[in-house]
C-alpha cells in the first residue's frame, strides 16, 4: 500500500489557484495561519474591483494600502461608473504603497490629472495597462510622456476623448515601450499619423488600435501597421475620413491575424478594398455602417474569404439587398450578429435565404425591410436562438407574424416594432404565452396598441423597459402597472 501523500509534500504552486480566488479578507487571514502560508499568499497576486461599489476615495485607498505588496490590478471606474471624486491624492496614495501594480483603471475620474500619471510612472514601473478613458479636463501629452518614460513594459493605453492628449506623448510610446501592444484614442482630435506611424515602426507586437473621430489618421498609419505589425489584430477608423482603399488594401494582404475592423462611415472604402480584406480569413467582427461605397459585389468577395464572421454590420449602406444575404447564408455559418437595417432592397426572399444558412444567430436587426408575415414564419422556425430582433418599419407585419416569433423563438430577450402600425393586442397576449425571456419591447407608433395589451404585459412578463411613445390608446393606469413591477416606461413624444 502507498504512503499517504502528506500535506508538507504539496508544492506551495499547487496553493496558487486556490488562493488567487479568495477575497482581500481571507487573503489577509490565510497568511497568519503559519510561515508557509505567509510566503505563498506573498507570492499570489490579487486584483481590486471598485467599480459600481459605494465607497468613498479614502475608503478604497486604505483598503488597497493593506495588501500593498499583493494588488497588482485597481479597477476604480470605468464608463458605466464614472467618479468625479477621485482625485491626484487618491491614486498617488495607491501608487505609493503598491509597487508591483500591473494595471489601473481611472476611467471617467474626471478630476485625476497628469500628476497622477506622472506618480504612477514614479512608483510603478512594473504597470502594463493604463486607462484614463474620459478625464478629458486634465489628462494630456505630458502625463502619457511622463508614463512612457517612467514604464517601458507599458503594454496598452487608453485615453479616449481626451482631447489634450497629442502625438508628443505618444512619441514617448514608441520610443520607450517597445513592447507596446494596443492603444485607444478615439476622440483624441489632434493625434495624427506621426505618432502612429512611429508606435508601429518601434513597437512590432503593436496587435490594436481604436481611433474613431480622429481626422489627422489617414491611409500613412494603415502602411506602417501592414509594414510592421504581423500579428495586428484589432482596427477601429469609424469617422476617419481621410483613410481609404490605399490603406484597407495594404491591411489586407498582410495583416493575416486580423480579427475586428470597423470603419463605419468611411466613405473612401470601396469593393476594393473588401476584396482586399477577404485575405483575412481569420476576421470575426466586420462593421461597415454607413459606407456609401461598398456594394453587394465586394461583400461577395468578403463572405467566401471570411468565413469565421460572428459579427457584421451592414446598415445604412443602401446598395444592400438579397444579393449580400445570400453570400452570407452560404459563407459565414457561424454569425451570431447581423445588422441590416435600413438596406431597403432586402425583402422575403432574402430573409428566407438568410434563415436557411445563419441559424446560429442571436441578434438581429433588418428594420425597413420589405417583409412580410411569410418571411417572418420562415426566419422563426430557422432562426430559435434569436435573443435581440429588430423589425422597425416593416409596415407589412401583423399579429400572426408575431405569433410565429412566440412559437418559436423562446428565448427572445428583446423586441422592437417600432411603427408597425398593423400590431395589435392580440401580438401582445402570443407574446406573453410563447416568450417569457422578453425584457425589452419596443412599440413607438404602434397606435392599434391599448390597455388591454398592455395589462398583459404586466401580468404575465417581467419587462425592464418598453417604449410606447405615440400610442394614444395607451392610458396611464396601465403605464403604472408596469412602472409598479419595476418596469421603465418611455414615452417621450419625439
Known amino acids: ?38 510566503n505563498i499568499v506573498t507570492t499570489v497576486a490579487i486584483s481590486v474591483d471598485f467599480r459600481n461599489v459605494p465607497y468613498t476615495p479614502d475608503i478604497i485607498v486604505k483598503a488597497v494600502n493593506r495588501f500593498p505588496t499583493l494588488v497588482q490590478d485597481v479597477f476604480l471606474s470605468d464608463e458605466e461608473c464614472s467618479r468625479s471624486d477621485f482625485h491626484d491624492i487618491h491614486v498617488i496614495g495607491i501608487a505609493e504603497k503598491c509597487s508591483r501594480l500591473r494595471s489601473i483603471s481611472i476611467a471617467c475620474c474626471t478630476a485625476v490629472t497628469d500628476a ?29 510622456t511622463a508614463l512612457a518614460q517612467g514604464c517601458p513594459k507599458l503594454a496598452e493605453l487608453r485615453c479616449m476623448n481626451c482631447p489634450n492628449v497629442t502625438d508628443v506623448g505618444l512619441l514617448e510610446i514608441a520610443h520607450h515601450c517597445s513592447g507596446f501592444m494596443e492603444l485607444a484614442i478615439s476622440g483624441c482630435f489632434n493625434i495624427s499619423d506621426a505618432s502612429i506611424v512611429e508606435i508601429a515602426k518601434n513597437c512590432p507586437r503593436l496587435r490594436g ?43 489586407g494582404d498582410r495583416c493575416k491575424e486580423l480579427r475586428y475592423l470597423n470603419v463605419q462611415k468611411c466613405q473612401l472604402i470601396t469593393n476594393n478594398g473588401l476584396q482586399h480584406l477577404a485575405k483575412c480569413n481569420q476576421l470575426e467582427a466586420l462593421y461597415l455602417s454607413g459606407s456609401q461605397s ?105 399579429d400572426d407574424g408575431i405569433g410565429q416569433l412566440a412559437e418559436h423563438c423562446h428565448d427572445l430577450e428583446t423586441l422592437v416594432l417600432y411603427r408597425c402600425q398593423q400590431i395589435t393586442d392580440v401580438a401582445l397576449l402570443l407574446l406573453c404565452k410563447g416568450c417569457p425571456n422578453l425584457q425589452e419591447l419596443g412599440l413607438r407608433y404602434c397606435k392599434e396598441i391599448t390597455d388591454i395589451g398592455i395589462t398583459y404585459l404586466a401580468q404575465f412578463l417581467e419587462l425592464k423597459i418598453i417604449d410606447l411613445g405615440f400610442c394614444p390608446h395607451v392610458k396611464q393606469k396601465a403605464i403604472h402597472q408596469l412602472r409598479d413591477q419595476g418596469c421603465e416606461v418611455i414615452l417621450q413624444q419625439k
Open 294 to 398: 461598398v456594394t453587394e459585389k465586394g461583400l461577395e468577395d468578403l463572405a467566401k474569404g471570411c468565413p469565421n464572421l460572428l459579427t457584421l454590420h451592414i446598415d445604412n449602406c443602401f446598395f444592400m439587398g438579397n444579393r449580400a444575404l445570400a453570400a452570407i447564408s452560404d459563407n459565414c455559418h457561424d454569425l451570431t450578429a447581423l445588422n441590416a437595417t435600413n438596406c431597403s432592397q432586402i425583402d422575403d426572399d432574402g430573409l428566407l435565404t438568410l434563415a436557411q444558412g445563419c441559424t446560429k444567430l442571436t441578434m438581429l436587426d433588418i428594420g425597413y425591410a420589405h417583409i412580410t408575415d411569410s418571411a417572418i414564419n420562415e426566419l422563426s422556425r430557422g432562426l430559435t436562438q434569436l435573443k435581440k430582433l429588430y423589425l422597425s418599419s416593416c409596415p407589412l407585419l401583423t
Open 116 to 144: 497622477a500619471l506622472a506618480t504612477l510612472a514614479q512608483y510603478c514601473r512594473e504597470i502594463q495597462s493604463v486607462n484614463v478613458d474620459h478625464c478629458r479636463l486634465w489628462i494630456s501629452g505630458e502625463g502619457i
Open 209 to 251: 488600435i481604436y481611433c474613431t473621430e480622429c481626422p489627422l489618421i489617414t491611409d500613412q498609419s494603415l502602411l506602417a501597421i501592414a509594414e510592421n505589425c504581423a500579428d495586428f489584430r484589432s482596427l477601429n477608423v469609424h469617422r476617419c475620413p481621410e483613410v481609404s482603399d490605399v490603406g484597407f488594401c495594404a491591411i
Open 1 to 38: 500500500m502507498s504512503k499517504p501523500f502528506a500535506f508538507a509534500d504539496f508544492p506551495d504552486a499547487a496553493f496558487w489557484p486556490v488562493v488567487e480566488r479568495l477575497s482581500p479578507r481571507d487573503i489577509l487571514s490565510l497568511r497568519r495561519v503559519n510561515k508557509r502560508f505567509y
